[in-house]
């Protein structure tokens, strides 16, 4: 059986060269896109009991530099540090994984495959938010009660890997600068979806943000 290192290696060189063309730099198993606004991560990531492996797809806002605990580097940037993460899949499949092959053409082949199903399911994705970079300032507080249905038609399919709660500080945080209005609304919602008890990280910002924004508004009405 092939092993992920030799699975990689056979890999590495068609899909970073594929990668390139669409804008993405890297090699192996992990690809960036830098852009004015957000940082785009496609990861192959190789299972735990070996023989195959899945593409994962993510976007990290610039407007938000922490993950909540320590500042990001989007140099070094991993999908899994997006706070906008999905697995793509072909035909809309739940899940999918390729099985390596001890045949390098047909590990060749996996890696067309997947360059073309990153150019189905992420590009359009990377192409709206490079057009339009304020597009998620059309996501409303109200929409994260409906992650798989509402939000996800309005990222253009994104099944997120991730909760209410903590997009609610995702977007609290990031508009702080742009939107304030809006980011106090996604900060009353966490907070709503919290109880006495719970030690979400963000509710200090969430308050933060309510103290800061009350001042703020109270200081443009009176002049």
């Known amino acids: 059986m092939i092993s992920t290192l030799e699975f990689k290696k056979s890999i590495s060189k068609i899909l970073s060269e594929n990668l390139k063309q669409l804008g993405f730099k890297g090699s192996g198993f992990n690809y960036l896109m830098d852009t004015d606004n957000f940082v ?13 492996c899945c593409v994962e797809f ?3 806002p610039k407007s938000l ?7 990001l580097d989007y140099k070094k940037l991993r999908y899994y ?15 999918y994984w390729w099985k390596y092959s001890e045949n390098e053409y047909q590990n060749i082949q996996i890696a067309n495959q997947i360059t073309e199903l990153i150019i189905k399911r992420a590009l359009p994705i990377v192409q709206l938010l490079k057009v339009n970079p304020n597009h998620l300032e059309t996501i409303e507080p109200k929409d994260l ?3 798989y ?7 253009l399919g994104m099944n997120l890997a ?19 209005k809006k980011s106090k609304r996604f900060a009353e919602y966490g907070l709503s979806k ?10 200090r910002d969430f308050e933060a943000i309510l103290n800061d924004a009350s001042t703020t508004l109270n200081q443009k009405e009176v002049f």
């Open 40 to 52: 785009f991560a496609i990861g192959i990531q190789a299972s735990q009991f070996g023989a195959q």
């Open 162 to 180: 991730t909760t209410d709660i903590r997009l609610a500080w995702v977007f609290a945080m990031s508009l702080t600068k742009t939107n304030l």
């Open 145 to 147: 009660d409906n992650i």
């Open 81 to 95: 540090n997006c706070e906008f993460r999905t697995r793509i899949t072909p035909n809309g499949q739940s899940d």
């Open 149 to 155: 249905t509402i939000l996800s038609d309005k990222l």
């Open 65 to 71: 530099v922490t993950d909540g605990f320590k500042l």
């Open 194 to 203: 919290l109880t006495s008890s719970d030690k979400f990280f963000g509710r």
């Open 58 to 60: 993510g976007f990290q």
